[in-house]
């Protein structure tokens, strides 16, 4: 039975650190949102013995999961994204919460004054916000990233272990948000961060992510979802 | 041996919910930076091969853990703080996650611009953000846990399963923080939430819980940690 992604429509947003993992397993799997609309996931959210807080959300039989990483954990072992061992599972999974960190500050950013109102009344904050997400965050995670990739002892190609896994697939769409948010600030970064952007080439380079952001089902970057272009923001 | 936690002196912080499993459990731990200053926390983050971005930092002989939720995850069982079964394992896990986002948000309600800058230079944006926090994300978010205890089909004096977990304990966190910090909000909300008040003086019933903020080893509230009392914040 495939596996049903509750997300909302029109934005990649944190589903596509899931619909990433799906196209490079070439999982069989189902939008559920892009086919029957946003409603569906009100629904899942109501009806479900386990509610989750808030999309994505993974219904895989009677197993309904919430949280991103999670899902992601949960998902890692029959999608062939995590190594055998246990501790290297577990890091892989501390990883990717820490993706989950970076990723809610890359959102602040835009909204720092809260969700409930849009960019346009926030935007004096947002921009004082962005001088130290600039200067001081996004270096703090992205050198934490390379950090760890030249460090690992079994290849400095990825994350964990000596092959590809979900972590791989979340850091590539990290680069590539960041790369169309905030180019100036990535053109900057760059030189410094050598194992980082080899990943992101890597990945894009893989044949079922190179079709996957080929296709339809890839949701253009816009300015609905975490990874905003607004130039007043960037470097 | 005993398990050694690293974090910040001085604060609860995220290290009060590892504090709160151990001390429940009756564990055999070392709180290591009152012990030894926070340097051995630089000092855990250079060496680990794992290298956590931040603390809190588990030790458990060759394992080195951070997130404080998976830090939670991986006590669980040992610490007899989950039930059996592993889809409820994983539910109490997601349920500590959504804790790990309400947390960021109440740090960041005093924060808005940006942790590089004191509380003092961000006041006016922190006033217009906490309107929010207070009409929308702490009702929200407490709302959810108030239906997920009374929709707990074992017992609804727990959120997951008949007994006591993790994620009761950082159930009593939440809200005797949310109370140090916003006691008026909390004073107006608490009729609204039976089930979770009733949970937060289920735990610091509990005769180990009891002792255990009783003593000194229970760091008190204060305006450096995630809950802060500023009255202007408070409805």
Redesign the interface.
Known sequence: MAYELFYWTGIQGRGEFVRLAFEEAGADYVDMAREAGDRVIFQVLKDA?????APPILRDGE?I???T??ILH?LGAPLGLVPNDE?LR??T??IQ??V??FV?EIH?VHH??????YYENQKP?AR??A???RA??VPR?LD?FE??LA?N?QSSEHLVGDGLTYVDLSLFQLVDGLTYAFPRLMHAKRNDLPHVMAVWEAVRGRPRIAAYLASDRRIPFNEYGIFRHYPELDA
């Open positions: 013995r386990t509610p989750s807080f197993v999961i919430g949280q990483a999670l949960y501790h577990l890091w999974h501390q919460l820490t989950t960190d809610a602040d720092p004054i809260g969700v409930g109102s904050e004082r916000r001088r130290e997400f001081d965050r995670f934490w950090r760890i460090g002892p």
